[in-house]
């Protein structure tokens, strides 16, 4: 029989996953699979139960938050002698990537997806030597995205930031940065930066462009400069509501990026804090994790 990791964290969004390991084992087992069930028991535990066990299993099926992913996914790219696929049953409050990969929200559907799903090849970000599945922020609305409410992202989707960072305009806090990458290069104050590969950052949908795809090698790039005054914050919310560069909001794609500044910025990756940083170098790398997936998005 081919054997299964099944790795989940206990306590994601409302740790209902729980509730459902006997079906889960009981449907992997039907599928063939010899069936290993792990909860994780701290931060971090599931990177490093991962990267030391995940090479004596066919697949690795992980169960969580965005969080729980990205310490899935460290652990299998960190362990060299391991090649296999990952399976994801999205539990968390955000689920950003789930909804990106097109994921069922559903214990039962996301396992079906599993097993009747083929593999998908997705790229993966690389952050000073850290791996982070679909976002690296800094700035404003890194805390903004994950503090509005639900219901105001589902009813205005990325105009929800502008929204709740107006609250906020008083105190903005903005960062000297030089930014380089293939083709450009800028320096300025920014009070927001983000390099993405999703379709939905915070939970709210269309924030990262148009046309994105999870395995073409690029990541989106989002770069907003600090308003000095009400007029530039106008131009400032025209250029991110409506996608557009101006002197305030540049849109970009990229495979390599590296942001240098002189004081430490604090940067959320996945949306965990990744911690602050005077220069960060990112990296796409094309095609790196195979999703088990039964619709590729």
């Not at 789930?98 to 799903?117: C, D, F, H, R, Y």
Request: with cysteine; charged share 25%; glycine share 8%.
């Amino acid at each position: 029989m081919k054997r299964l990791l099944f790795i989940f964290n206990p306590w994601s969004g409302k740790a209902h996953v729980k509730d459902h390991l006997f079906e889960i084992a009981d449907e992997f087992s039907k599928a063939g699979y010899l069936v290993t069930v792990y909860p994780t028991q701290r931060e971090k535990d599931c990177y490093e139960y991962v990267r030391a066990n995940a090479g004596e299993y066919d697949l690795l099926v992980c169960s969580g938050g965005d969080g729980t992913l990205n310490e899935a996914v460290a652990g299998l790219l960190d362990n060299t002698e391991c090649d296999i696929p990952i399976g994801y049953i999205p539990s968390g409050s955000t689920n950003d990537f789930a909804s990106s990969l097109m994921i069922p929200k559903t214990v039962n559907n996301a396992v079906k997806n599993i097993i009747e799903g083929t593999e998908f090849p997705c790229d993966v970000g690389c952050f000073n030597g850290r791996w982070f599945n679909y976002v690296a922020a800094f700035g404003l609305f890194t805390e903004v995205s994950y503090a509005t409410p639900q219901q105001l992202k589902n009813a205005l989707g990325h105009q929800a930031y502008i929204i709740e960072s107006v609250k906020s305009f008083a105190s903005l806090k903005s960062y000297e940065l030089k930014v380089e990458c293939e083709d450009f290069e800028t320096e300025g104050r920014f009070i927001y930066g983000m390099v993405a590969n999703s379709k939905s950052v915070g939970g709210i949908k269309g924030i990262t462009g148009k046309e994105i795809k999870l395995d073409d090698g690029l990541f989106e790039v989002i770069l907003i400069r600090g308003p000095k005054n009400p007029m530039e914050f106008q131009t400032m919310f025209n250029g991110f509501i409506f996608q557009t560069d101006n002197n305030m909001v540049k849109h970009l794609k990229c495979s390599e990026i590296t942001f240098t500044s002189a004081e430490p910025i604090p940067w959320v990756l996945d949306g965990e804090f990744g911690g602050e940083q005077t220069r960060v170098q990112i990296t796409v790398e094309n095609k790196k994790v195979r999703y088990l997936i039964s619709k590729h998005p």
